[in-house]
């Protein structure tokens, strides 16, 4: 068994998990859930028994922080009501409106559609990723397309 | 209205990452949870830019360029741990004392040496190098005495041209017997340079 040293991870995967989370959270919290999941990674890296589908495994950890992140801010009673994040910063994102709308789409809904349009996936790899069939994540993001366009008006435009 | 979607959507992108302050903050909290087995950082010295990498023990390696620091890493990761990240803070108490002895303000080194890259007899011969103070010489045979093994030079010489920490561990100041300058990891110009550093040489 050969793992890579940890920095070379680090060096190739922290810009797109980064990108990833953003879709995912929202600019004000994605580095900090970046961080925590490069500990989370760190912490287990020795027992890997292979340094096969490293960045799989570092985006299913990626999704898991995110998702506690998730949980964690609505357990903050402000930011559960009105759904905004007040310390994202207004030019943070060229779209603010349409990517608060994808944070509220369902988890798989939500993965699929930062995966194809913040990465730039094919179906294929959204699906592996995801744990899933090509035809499955297609469907994920069509799901999601669909929801966004009922819930985002032409006038935010 | 499906394109317009699909465009919004690409359009919008991300702040970027700063991805050094991100390292940084990353290697100093993993150092704080004790998850950091090896940190390294480049260190730019007379001889070139070296790569300094430290374990909680002790400076495990000190390369020169040139020495390949990707496959360093790599035995290191296989040796000792892959949780190895950039992290200059960690790098620091010896990088100051490099720079202190580079400027003819320290004669002699304290910083604690990891030895798990070195075995067996090669370990003896350059702890004894380790002894041969600044300004001073000595002879592959010499070490190889003080190792035990008088008649091992020639194993002698291939310890410490193997040496994992060059300059901090002296094989610089190990010569022929015959008054030849023998061999160096770095290359005999570095050798010819830290000889001269240390009065040895005439410069």
Same mark, same amino acid.
């Given at each position: 068994?050969?793992?890579?040293?940890?920095?070379?991870?680090?060096?190739?995967?922290?810009?797109? !998990?980064?990108?990833?989370? %953003?879709?995912?959270?929202?600019?004000?919290?994605?580095?900090?859930?970046?961080?925590?999941?490069?500990?989370?990674?760190?912490?287990?890296?020795?027992?890997?028994?292979?340094?096969?589908?490293?960045?799989?495994?570092?985006?299913?950890?990626?999704?898991?922080?995110?998702?506690?992140?998730?949980?964690?801010?609505?357990?903050?009673?402000?930011?559960?009501?009105?759904? %905004?994040?007040?310390?994202?910063?207004?030019?943070?994102?060229g779209d603010?409106? !349409?990517?608060?709308? $994808?944070?509220?789409?369902?988890?798989?809904? @939500? %993965?699929? %559609? $930062?995966?194809?349009?913040?990465?730039? !996936?094919?179906?294929?790899?959204?699906?592996? @990723?995801?744990?899933?069939?090509?035809?499955?994540? @297609?469907?994920? $993001?069509?799901?999601?397309?669909?929801?966004?366009?009922?819930?985002?008006?032409?006038?935010?435009? | 209205?499906?394109?317009?979607?699909?465009r919004r959507l690409r359009a919008s992108s991300?702040?970027?990452?700063?991805?050094?302050?991100?390292?940084?903050?990353?290697?100093?909290?993993?150092?704080?949870?004790?998850?950091?087995?090896?940190?390294?950082?480049?260190?730019?010295?007379?001889?070139?830019?070296?790569?300094?990498?430290?374990?909680?023990?002790?400076?495990?390696?000190?390369?020169?360029?040139?020495?390949?620091?990707?496959?360093?890493?790599?035995?290191?990761?296989?040796?000792?741990?892959?949780?190895?990240?950039?992290?200059?803070?960690?790098?620091?108490?010896?990088?100051?004392?490099?720079?202190?002895?580079?400027?003819?303000?320290?004669? =002699?080194?304290?910083?604690?040496?990891?030895?798990?890259?070195?075995?067996?007899?090669?370990?003896?011969?350059?702890?004894?190098?380790?002894?041969?103070?600044?300004?001073?010489? =000595?002879?592959?045979?010499?070490?190889?005495?003080?190792?035990?093994?008088?008649?091992?030079?020639?194993?002698?010489?291939?310890?410490?041209?193997?040496?994992?920490?060059?300059?901090?561990?002296?094989?610089?100041?190990?010569?022929?017997?015959?008054?030849?300058?023998?061999?160096?990891?770095?290359?005999?110009?570095?050798?010819?340079?830290?000889?001269?550093?240390?009065?040895?040489?005439?410069?």
């Amino acid at each position: 068994m050969h793992l890579p040293p940890f920095e070379s991870l680090v060096e190739a995967h922290a810009h797109e !998990l980064h990108r990833f989370l %953003v879709g995912l959270l929202g600019p004000s919290d994605a580095e900090d859930c970046l961080q925590e999941t490069f500990m989370s990674a760190l912490r287990a890296y020795p027992r890997l028994r292979h340094a096969d589908h490293l960045r799989a495994w570092l985006y299913t950890i990626a999704q898991r922080k995110a998702t506690d992140t998730v949980r964690r801010r609505a357990r903050r009673p402000a930011q559960a009501l009105d759904g %905004v994040e007040p310390a994202a910063p207004p030019a943070a994102e060229g779209d603010d409106g !349409l990517w608060l709308a $994808v944070r509220q789409l369902p988890a798989k809904q @939500r %993965v699929a %559609v $930062v995966h194809r349009f913040a990465l730039d !996936l094919a179906y294929a790899e959204i699906g592996q @990723r995801m744990g899933i069939s090509e035809e499955a994540a @297609r469907q994920n $993001v069509s799901a999601g397309l669909r929801r966004l366009r009922k819930e985002v008006t032409p006038d935010d435009r | 209205m499906t394109d317009d979607l699909d465009r919004r959507l690409r359009a919008s992108s991300a702040p970027a990452l700063d991805l050094n302050r991100f390292q940084d903050a990353l290697s100093r909290r993993a150092a704080d949870e004790g998850l950091l087995d090896v940190a390294y950082a480049v260190h730019d010295s007379p001889l070139g830019l070296l790569t300094v990498m430290v374990t909680p023990r002790g400076l495990v390696r000190l390369s020169y360029p040139g020495e390949g620091v990707e496959a360093q890493l790599e035995e290191l990761a296989e040796r000792i741990s892959p949780r190895i990240l950039e992290a200059p803070e960690r790098t620091d108490a010896v990088r100051r004392q490099l720079e202190d002895y580079f400027s003819g303000r320290r004669t =002699s080194f304290e910083v604690p040496i990891d030895w798990r890259l070195v075995r067996g007899f090669a370990g003896d011969v350059l702890r004894a190098t380790a002894r041969i103070p600044f300004g001073a010489i =000595s002879t592959y045979r010499d070490v190889a005495a003080q190792a035990g093994s008088p008649r091992a030079y020639r194993a002698a010489g291939n310890a410490l041209g193997s040496n994992p920490v060059p300059i901090v561990v002296p094989c610089h100041r190990v010569l022929h017997a015959g008054g030849g300058l023998g061999g160096y990891t770095g290359g005999l110009d570095r050798k010819r340079y830290l000889l001269r550093l240390e009065g040895v040489l005439a410069s």
